[in-house]
C-alpha cells in the first residue's frame, strides 16, 4: 500500500515563496499521476496543480503562472514550487499518487500567507 508524506509548509508573507514536498513510498512511483490539492476552512478542496508520469502538468486558474509542479522520480518526490503568494494561497495542501482506480492522499501540510 502507498504512503505520501508532505512537507514544506508554514508560514510566508505575501509575495513570497515556499516549496513543498511529497515522498512516496514503494517502487512504481514513476507510474502514478501525481497532484496537489487544497482546501481553505470552509472551502471544497480544489486542484492545484498536476503532472502525468509523463511529465504533463496542468494548473489550476488561480496559481497558473506562479505555481510549478515537478517530479523526481529517482527520489519518489513531487514538488510544488510557490512564488508571489498571496493570502488567499492559505490552505491545508494535500498530496495526491493516482493511478487508474488506485488514489493515495498524503495527511496535508498548513500554508499560511499572512503579514
Known amino acids: 500500500q502507498g504512503q505520501l508524506v508532505e512537507s514544506g509548509g508554514g508560514l510566508v508573507q505575501p509575495g513570497g515563496s515556499l516549496r513543498l514536498s511529497c515522498e512516496a513510498s514503494?517502487?512504481?512511483?514513476?507510474?502514478?499521476?501525481m497532484a496537489w490539492y487544497r482546501q481553505a476552512t470552509g472551502n471544497e478542496r480544489e486542484l492545484v496543480a498536476a503532472?502525468?508520469?509523463?511529465?504533463?502538468?496542468n494548473y489550476g486558474d488561480s496559481v497558473k503562472g506562479r505555481f510549478t509542479i515537478s517530479r523526481d522520480n529517482a527520489k519518489n518526490t513531487v514538488y510544488l514550487q510557490m512564488n508571489a503568494m498571496k493570502p488567499e494561497d492559505t490552505a491545508v495542501y494535500y498530496c495526491?499518487?493516482?493511478?487508474?482506480?488506485?488514489?493515495?492522499w498524503g495527511q496535508g501540510t498548513q500554508v499560511t500567507v499572512s503579514s
Open positions: 503532472i502525468t508520469s509523463g511529465g504533463g502538468t
Open positions: 514503494g517502487s512504481i512511483f514513476n507510474r502514478y499521476a
Open positions: 495526491n499518487a493516482k493511478m487508474s482506480i488506485i488514489s493515495y
